[in-house]
Structure formats: C-alpha cells, structure tokens
C-alpha cells in the first residue's frame, strides 16, 4: 500500500511536537537566564529593578529565539 506523499510544507505530526517543544523549553531557558542575570545583578550593584529588567530580557530573548525556531521550522 502506497502512502500518499507530502507536500514540500507538510511535516510529520511527531516533528511539529518535537518542534513546539523545543520553542518552549527555549523559551523558558531565556527567561529562567534573564531572572538569574537580574538576580546577579541586583547582588552586585543594589536596586530594586533589576531581576524585572532581566526577566524582561529574557522575555525579549525568548521571543526572538522563538521566532528564529519558528522561521526554520516553517522554512520562510
């Protein structure tokens, strides 16, 4: 029995959720890096605003890696 072939812009149900999963686990390393940034920095130099500057970062960080995952995997 022949399997019908896959356009060039289908992938396999298994990649996809490979590939949701690798966003959000790297989405969630940029931020968990972001908050130890701010932590380290508000030890060192004092201030309030420093972990929510990091965490904001590493949101920052997390949604252009994501967007650069995203790009690869739809391959525009």
């Known amino acids: 029995m022949k399997t019908p072939k896959k356009s060039s812009g289908e992938h396999s149900p298994l990649k996809t959720v490979l590939w949701v999963n690798a966003i959000g686990i790297d989405f969630a390393g940029c ?8 932590d380290f920095l508000q030890s060192r130099f004092g201030g ?14 997390g949604v252009w890696s994501a967007a650069i995952l995203i790009k690869r995997f739809t391959g525009a």
Do not use: H, Q, R, T
């Not at 931020?31 to 701010?38: E, K």
């Open 31 to 38: 931020v968990v890096a972001g908050y130890f940034l701010g």
């Open 48 to 61: 309030v605003f420093w972990i929510l500057g990091g965490l904001a970062l590493g949101i920052a960080a």
